[in-house]
């Protein structure tokens, strides 16, 4: 059986989008992860903040890698996320996923997003779909 570390992995090298936000793994294991990112030009919108979208994509990344980490295969069925503060070119995110509850077939997860102040930036929180397929 592969290592959590050696799941993501995996999962990376297929995720193009992941790869262009510029994640950065800080800490996996199964159920949990900690990812990072910077906002750069590219990221924001017309109010000169961070799309929404960024930091969702940041959150179901590590929602993704947290709960795919056990080995076996899972996609979300369900998300939400509330956007708390703005977002500014430049600024470092960190994305923290815990799970909640896992079953045999779901999962509950909640990420929050922070910035490099430590303030909270968004909430989010998901289902994932537990497959029986390996990885």
């Given at each position: 059986?592969k290592?959590?570390s050696?799941?993501v992995?995996?999962?990376?090298?297929?995720?193009?989008?992941s790869?262009?936000?510029?994640?950065?793994?800080?800490?996996?294991?199964?159920?949990n992860?900690?990812?990072k990112?910077?906002?750069?030009?590219?990221?924001?919108?017309?109010?000169?903040?961070a799309?929404?979208?960024?930091?969702?994509?940041?959150?179901?990344?590590a929602?993704?890698?947290?709960?795919?980490?056990?080995?076996?295969?899972?996609?979300?069925?369900?998300?939400?996320i509330?956007?708390?503060?703005?977002?500014k070119?430049?600024?470092?995110?960190?994305?923290?996923?815990?799970?909640?509850?896992?079953?045999?077939?779901?999962?509950?997860?909640?990420?929050v997003?922070?910035?490099?102040?430590?303030?909270?930036?968004?909430l989010?929180?998901?289902?994932v779909?537990?497959?029986?397929?390996?990885?």
């Amino acid at each position: 059986m592969k290592t959590p570390s050696q799941i993501v992995h995996k999962m990376m090298e297929g995720d193009h989008f992941s790869q262009w936000l510029g994640i950065v793994v800080q800490d996996i294991s199964a159920g949990n992860c900690s990812l990072k990112m910077t906002v750069t030009a590219e990221m924001v919108n017309g109010f000169a903040i961070a799309h929404g979208g960024i930091t969702y994509s940041l959150a179901d990344s590590a929602l993704a890698f947290a709960a795919n980490a056990y080995g076996l295969k899972c996609v979300s069925i369900e998300t939400s996320i509330s956007h708390t503060r703005p977002v500014k070119i430049g600024q470092e995110l960190i994305a923290v996923c815990t799970e909640l509850n896992r079953g045999k077939t779901l999962g509950i997860y909640e990420v929050v997003v922070k910035n490099s102040s430590e303030k909270i930036v968004a909430l989010f929180k998901g289902t994932v779909h537990i497959s029986g397929e390996q990885w």
